[in-house]
């Protein structure tokens, strides 16, 4: 205790103990409070406060709290004082007082509800002694420390002369204090007194101790139950030693039990189906025996359902607890009727059969969309059969029908604009023609202006007003080839469009929406230049959600054959020829090039090929990469690949005006004599060195009209 006054009342008695009666007094209210239940705390508190006070002739009392979970927000929960007190003697400049919510009406009675404050503002050293756990005892108000002047002044202002704080502590835990207030004179505060009245705090800590606690139990309980009945599930548990069980209503609900149904583990067992019952009996002997949590699902015969015999699935979960105090275990857990799900994984079952017919299926879907599509002749088709190309052909349908952003990969050359154009023919906005922006063509000080429109006068030269790309794809989709070489100053707006679909003309403060679907393709690296900071990372997200790469030519080789025979008729066609063959020779070259420039490449070889054909006999010239490739070899080597390839295009015919000496300029003696030198073999004549009869090698990806 901290009793600063060295100079006190001469007319108070200083012997210090309490009032006569003063002991049974106390006697009497801590029988009360034996067995007290939680609703009559606060009254027997109250009622308490005023007895003592009335009997030690104190004018008021006042019980705080600190809020749970605070150090220094404290609330106040009882208050007594004496009628006789108006208004508690405040001092008129108590006035200035009411921002701190700590004011009470005029005739000094208690609020209804707590009130709460700052007490580390308003009473920091008080405070900090009640977290001591220390009685302080202040007897005259005009004697309080310098360094308690704000306390000072507070207490002043309403009117106290002497006070006594002491600590509520109940095992341990520090709840709040309660004070002792004197308003009409100072007041000593002997020993003995400050002991019995903090007898008086313990008593009040303990039962708003146990108040807080039984709270907070009814609490989690009232929390329990809700979670419980939220999940829709029983609750129950089984004291190991006693076999006594408690169950909730839902419990009782799942296992037909009625409410005063004594349960135990026999009339448990007996519900269950008895097939279920040896599996059942398993799990809990080995979590009880291991302590790690089971799981079981078993059926019920349901009293409810029809002759009793309906069948529904209940699934139990649970664990041991271990109480460390007592010794005991509880094994305890929750039940859940899981009938429905198991209904729908019967279904399930059933249905994986369909899911397996439709996934051996694919390759036939795969097959009728390309039979869909190959009737369309151009050379603006997706052609081939291989595993690469279908794998690409599947992602591209499967994404058409949606509004997501499509990132197209792929090296120059592969037909990434054409799968572009089919994903927005296979689209619901195929009505729309789609708007295609080659970002690498366009100066990088008009491309702003050309995605995104302009204003008259934007800049100099803008003599007029002009819709963007992004406002002509309002309603279709847009095509953003070589999307890479955006510069790095217009991809906020482009991720703007992406996620908002909103943006402004240059020149212009206007925002302006659109409805667009966004198709973009790009040759390079997008994730490297993304860690190399030449590329926006959230624009690399943004465009990323459903990735599909075009697979380059040399990845695809069985395809070459038909793609070769494609571009045959389509530009004999358009030059008037008629082409039916092409040697095997010129067709495994072409099948083993490289192809650097990917079906690009290809259909410009082609095309050559065709205006050098003269017959019916398609003349190759090899790639110029065979002869590149050609020049680390001899001499010897080059000259005998160069015979070998003017003999494939003659079909070994060496004589005459289109024969491979008049090609070469030699006269056909000397022709024979290096093809002996050089040991060239005619290759055997195979019978698949002409043109299919039917286009049915020819599957495609037709874009829809």
């Not at 004018?59 to 009882?78: E, F, K, M």
């Amino acid at each position: 205790m901290t009793n600063f006054l060295s100079q006190v009342n001469p007319d108070i008695p200083q012997d210090g103990e309490p009032p006569l009666g003063f002991e049974t007094l106390l006697a009497d209210l801590f029988a009360n409070f034996v067995n007290l239940p939680a609703e009559a705390v606060d009254h027997e508190i109250e009622k308490a406060i005023q007895q003592v006070c009335e009997s030690l002739g104190i004018d008021r009392s006042t019980l705080w709290q600190i809020a749970p979970g605070t150090v220094d927000n404290i609330y106040l929960t009882h208050a007594w004082n004496d009628p006789a007190v108006q208004g508690f003697n405040r001092h008129p400049e108590s006035a200035a007082l009411t921002d701190t919510k700590w004011v009470l009406d005029g005739a000094g009675a208690p609020p209804l509800t707590p009130m709460g404050m700052d007490g580390l503002t308003f009473f920091p050293q008080l405070l900090e002694i009640v977290r001591q756990r220390k009685a302080h005892a202040i007897p005259d108000v005009d004697l309080m420390p310098p360094e308690m002047a704000r306390e000072k002044e507070l207490v002043r202002r309403f009117g106290l002369r002497a006070a006594l704080i002491v600590p509520l502590v109940s095992g341990g835990e520090l709840i709040g204090g309660v004070s002792f207030e004197m308003h009409r004179h100072p007041r000593p505060w002997p020993t003995k007194l400050v002991q019995r009245l903090e007898v008086v705090a313990q008593a009040f800590a303990a039962m708003l101790l146990r108040r807080r606690t039984e709270v907070a139990l009814r609490q989690s309980k009232a929390r329990m139950d809700l979670a419980a009945a939220g999940a829709n599930v029983g609750l129950w548990s089984v004291d190991l030693a006693t076999n006594a069980w408690w169950v909730t209503d839902k419990s009782r609900e799942l296992f037909g039990f009625a409410p005063d149904t004594v349960v135990t583990w026999e009339r448990i067992m007996a519900a269950i189906e008895p097939q279920d019952r040896p599996q059942v009996q398993q799990v809990i002997d080995a979590t009880i025996a291991s302590g790690i949590d089971g799981a079981v699902e078993y059926r019920l015969l349901d009293p409810a359902g029809p002759g009793g015999g309906k069948v529904r699935w209940l699934m139990s979960r649970a664990h041991v607890h271990r109480d460390t105090l007592t010794g005991g275990s509880q094994f305890m857990g929750i039940t859940a009727d899981v009938t429905g799900r198991k209904a729908h994984e019967q279904e399930l079952t059933v249905a994986l059969d369909e899911v397996q017919r439709l996934r051996a299926a694919l390759e036939q879907e795969n097959t009728q969309l390309r039979e869909h599509l190959r009737d369309y002749e151009g050379t603006d088709a997706i052609i081939g059969e291989s595993a690469a190309i279908l794998k690409t052909l599947t992602e591209a349908q499967r994404v058409a029908p949606t509004d997501s952003a499509v990132l197209i990969s792929g090296e120059t050359g592969t037909g990434k604009e054409l799968l572009a154009d089919a994903i927005h023919r296979l689209s619901p906005r195929a009505g729309h023609n789609m708007i295609k922006v080659n970002c690498a063509a366009l100066p990088p000080s008009l491309i702003e202006s050309e995605l995104f429109g302009r204003e008259r006068g934007a800049y100099t030269g803008a003599m007029t007003q002009q819709p963007g790309r992004f406002e002509a794809a309002d309603g279709s989709t847009i095509f953003l080839d070589e999307i890479a070489e955006l510069p790095l100053e217009l991809q906020p707006k482009l991720l703007r469009v992406l996620q908002e679909g909103q943006f402004e003309r240059l020149g212009s403060n206007r925002v302006r929406t659109v409805n667009v679907r966004i198709v973009a393709a790009t040759n390079r690296d997008l994730e490297t230049m993304v860690k190399e900071q030449r590329f926006r990372a959230d624009l690399h997200y943004r465009l990323n959600v459903f990735p599909i790469t075009v697979p380059p030519l040399r990845e695809r080789r069985e395809d070459i054959p038909l793609l070769v025979w494609k571009f045959v008729r389509h530009f004999a066609t358009k030059m008037g020829k008629a082409i039916d063959s092409i040697p095997r020779p010129a067709m495994e070259a072409l099948k083993h090039y490289a192809w650097p420039g990917n079906i690009r490449e290809l259909r410009n070889l082609i095309e050559r090929a065709v205006i050098l054909s003269d017959g019916k006999v398609l003349r190759v010239q090899l790639p110029t990469a065979g002869a590149l490739a050609a020049a680390a070899q001899t001499l010897v080597e080059v000259e005998r690949q160069h015979i070998l390839a003017v003999l494939a295009q003659t079909q070994w015919r060496i004589s005459g005006v289109n024969g491979a000496a008049a090609l070469l300029g030699l006269v056909p003696t000397t022709l024979h004599s290096k093809i002996k030198k050089l040991r060239i073999l005619r290759p055997a004549e195979r019978p698949d060195t002409h043109a299919p009869r039917t286009s049915a090698r020819e599957p495609m990806m037709r874009q829809k009209h």
